[in-house]
């Protein structure tokens, strides 16, 4: 029996998570973090009875349940004892503090929250070889799958696929134009609204690309993005001898949460293949992304290259963007206006602690609302 721990246990992942924990034999939910959603913890409560409990918003607990509260609670559950499994499914980057005590505790952590990897990729590598950091992100999840047995020296190329969003086939004076409703219309995959909106600008491939560059050690010109809208395959390699691994499957988020849970075994599934008797013929298209529309996916890389804060910077003013879009303060490309304006500003550049990466995420995330108020941009 493993131990299992919850963080965001309320959202799209986490309710997939719950959903595959309660197939699965030898797997017990010991513990959850929910963040404002008391109604949902008050189901899953009393669905499961976790011994451990945290709230990190505004949720009330059950009625004499006793909960843990807000970072120093998501670290207390991922770091006791009676927990084998922390599965990080929160929004933002608090993920980063139960990330990174499980590890060094010699856990596994079930990473579904990039913000973290994103921002602080430095210092969860440094710690991921303690315990077992395996991804939930599909992408990743299946980068990892094919990268099992191969050499990194083997690998020429890692090519992460991107649905395209909704804009994909939109002109861009079109997509200056779009309303939220119209970005959370997502054509294959159904998410939380923030990487929903990130899947619309291509953000979302943005931050995967410097997610699978920690993860996986490869330099930014190793790793490639291109658009397949079907959204089966999930990942490619390019190998050393010219030939290509793929890994498909149905877009469905519950195959890579189980995975990162049973691996290295692999169990049955409710969920049908993608093949035929159900499709006629199944046909994969691969489209170059088009960063004159989609500028996210530019402005990700350079953070990359540039290193250091930058991605932290860049995902901080990321997601105060995206949410002041969700409220209609700026246009879709204010989105990338404002990480652009930011990224150009940080005045972290230079530091290499724990500490000045979490500053400079404040910094950017309090000077993102600034350039906002005064939307647009000079
Ligand atoms: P949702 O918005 O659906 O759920 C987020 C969860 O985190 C909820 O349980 C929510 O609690 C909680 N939460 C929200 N804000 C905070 C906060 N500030 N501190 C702590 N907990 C918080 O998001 P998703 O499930 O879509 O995504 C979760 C993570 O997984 C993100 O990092 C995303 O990028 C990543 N991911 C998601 C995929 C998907 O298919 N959805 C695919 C790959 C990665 P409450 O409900 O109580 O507010
Ligand atoms: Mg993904």
């Known amino acids: 029996m493993r131990n299992v721990a919850l963080l965001g246990a309320s959202g799209s992942i986490g309710k997939q998570t719950l959903d595959v924990l309660r197939r699965l034999r030898d797997f017990r939910l010991v513990g959850i973090s929910v963040h404002n959603n008391t109604e949902a913890l008050a189901e899953i409560y ?13 949720a009330r607990p059950p009625e004499g349940v006793r909960a843990l509260y807000g970072r120093e609670g998501l670290v207390e559950m991922a770091s006791a004892d009676d927990v084998d499994v ?77 649905s395209g969003g909704p804009f994909r086939t939109w002109p861009k004076e079109r997509i200056a134009r779009a309303r939220p409703e119209d970005a959370l219309k997502h054509p294959t995959w159904s998410m939380g609204a923030k990487i929903t909106v990130d ?25 490639d993005v291109r658009v397949h809208p079907q959204s089966a395959i999930h990942a490619i390699l390019l190998l050393r001898d010219n030939s290509l691994k793929m890994h498909v499957s149905r877009p469905d988020m519950r195959i890579p949460i189980q995975y990162a849970l049973t691996y290295p075994d692999r169990v049955e599934m409710d969920i049908p293949p993608y ?19 989609f500028p996210a996916l530019s402005l990700a890389y350079r953070a990359l290259r540039l290193g250091g804060t930058y991605p932290a910077v860049l995902n901080a003013a990321n997601e105060v963007a995206v949410y002041a ?9 204010g989105i990338t206006d404002v990480v652009e304006r930011i990224m150009e500003e940080n005045p972290y550049r230079n ?16 000077r993102a609302e600034e350039v906002i108020e005064r939307y647009p941009l000079r």
Do not use: C
């Not at 499961?48 to 709230?55: A, T």
């Not at 602690?353 to 500053?359: C, V």
């Open 46 to 58: 009393s669905e499961f009875k976790p011994r451990y409990v945290v709230i990190t918003g505004k």
């Open 86 to 162: 922390v599965v990080v499914a929160t929004n933002g980057i608090i993920g980063v503090f139960p990330t990174i005590e499980a590890l060094k505790r010699g856990k596994r952590v079930a990473l579904a929250n990039k913000e973290t990897l994103v921002a602080f990729g430095p210092f969860v590598k440094e710690v991921s070889p303690l315990g077992e950091l395996v991804p939930i992100d599909s992408e990743h999840s299946s980068a990892f799958q094919l990268l099992n047995g191969v050499k990194r020296e083997e690998v020429k190329r890692l090519i992460l696929t991107a």
């Open 199 to 223: 899947s619309a600008t291509l953000m979302n491939k943005g931050l995967e690309v410097i997610e699978a560059h920690f993860l996986f050690d490869l330099p930014p010109d190793k790793i």
């Open 275 to 293: 093949l035929p008797p159900d499709f006629e013929e199944v046909v994969f298209t691969l489209e170059m992304p088009d960063t004159e529309r």
């Open 325 to 333: 879009f969700l409220e209609r303060k700026v246009p879709f490309y």
């Open 351 to 366: 530091e290499d602690t724990f500490e000045g990466y979490l500053q400079a995420d404040r910094w950017a995330r309090r």
